[in-house]
Nanobody
Framework: QVKLVESGGGLVQAGGSLRLSCEADGSGRVITINDMGWFRQAPGKQRELVAMFASGDRINYADSVKGRFTISRNNDKNTVYLQMNSLKSEDTAVYYC?????????????WGQGTQVTVSS
């Protein structure tokens, strides 16, 4: 019922920046987003929270990205952004957009397909 469309991944040198975008597309249906943000999964590691708008305006960041990454959103477009600065090789991962939303009278999780971020040292 909700498709998450991600963009903005790629290859960047250490110290560089990238900006990820994710739009929640309800295909014309009304959707109400409770939480929306980003997770990541590096090879051989578990998926972890990066940044999230939770329960309205509360923002959660992983300790490893505080001060370097900034999450923002455009509510009119059901879109969240992740500005990633001072990237490090350990930020290399597949980044997944996530939302917890009401759509078609159901409240559930939705995941994007993932976008690769590779930071070369």
């Amino acid at each position: 019922q909700v498709k998450l469309v991600e963009s903005g991944g790629g290859l960047v040198q250490a110290g560089g920046s990238l900006r990820l975008s994710c739009e929640a597309d309800g295909s014309g249906r009304v959707i109400t987003i409770n939480d929306m943000g980003w997770f990541r999964q590096a090879p051989g590691k578990q998926r972890e929270l990066v940044a999230m708008f939770a329960s309205g305006d509360r923002i959660n960041y992983a300790d490893s990205v505080k001060g370097r990454f900034t999450i923002s959103r455009n509510n009119d477009k059901n879109t969240v952004y992740l500005q990633m600065n001072s990237l490090k090789s350990e930020d290399t991962a597949v980044y997944y957009c996530y939302c917890f939303a009401w759509a078609s009278r159901a409240l559930r999780d939705y995941w994007g397909q993932g976008t690769q971020v590779t930071v070369s040292s």
